[in-house]
């Protein structure tokens, strides 16, 4: 399958989700907005590393907020309101981003 993505072949909807079964079965496509922010305080130890092993496999990991619910405000911009932990890989296949709730 990466033969092919390599070789400039179109990827769709199919080979990603093939792809993910395969690679990371925890993960699902993420179908939201994209608003999140990194998460810096209180992150555990296990995810830490998951998100390191990651890393060194070569995807763009990382543990964020997903922001789900939000006020925009002319002054401040996005408010959360209602947040989830969750390590983020952005740029899959170079098409979507993935997300595994913690």
Do not use: C
Not at 16 to 42: A, C, M, N, T
């Amino acid at each position: 399958m990466k033969a092919r993505l390599n070789e400039g072949h179109n990827v769709d909807e199919n080979y990603i989700f093939e792809r993910l079964v395969e690679e990371l079965p925890d993960f699902d496509v993420y179908y939201g907005s994209q608003l999140w922010q990194e998460k810096e305080d209180k992150v555990d130890r296990k995810h830490l590393v998951e998100v390191k092993k990651l890393r060194r496999s070569g995807y763009d990991a990382k543990i964020v907020e997903v922001i789900e619910v939000y006020e925009e405000d002319d002054f401040f911009g996005i408010i959360p309101i209602k947040t989830k932990d969750a390590i983020v890989i952005e740029n899959y296949l170079d098409k979507v981003a993935l997300v595994k709730y913690i």
